[in-house]
């Protein structure tokens, strides 16, 4: 699991792209606005959660994250059982 500026840096997309894959989460402005909120180590965010400053942060990296993925997963209205499961599933692990 890497932070979301993790893949601004193109040697850390390299490194990761020869080590593994990269699986994209997606969610609303809103729901990761929602999520994130009580943490305090988001270094983007930091305490300012106002909802269109989310949404411009999601759409000034929405190109770049959508090209280095090697799979997209959507979140939106799915627990971490539901995610984890597609994400196993999506990468061959269940038969």
């Known amino acids: 699991s890497l932070g979301g500026g993790v893949v601004l840096r193109q040697e850390n997309i390299e490194m ?21 909120k009580n943490d305090p ?7 300012n959660f ?14 770049l ?8 997963i959507d979140t939106e209205n799915k627990n971490i059982d539901e ?3 597609e994400i196993v599933e999506t990468l061959g692990f269940l038969n």
């Open 83 to 85: 995610i984890c499961k």
């Open 65 to 72: 994250y959508n090209s280095v993925a090697d799979v997209v």
């Open 16 to 36: 990761i792209k020869e080590k593994g894959v990269i699986v994209l989460l997606t969610a609303s402005a809103e729901t990761i606005r929602d999520r994130v």
């Open 41 to 47: 180590t988001r270094p983007l965010l930091g305490d």
């Open 50 to 63: 106002d909802l269109d400053y989310v949404k411009e942060l999601m759409k000034s990296r929405e190109e």
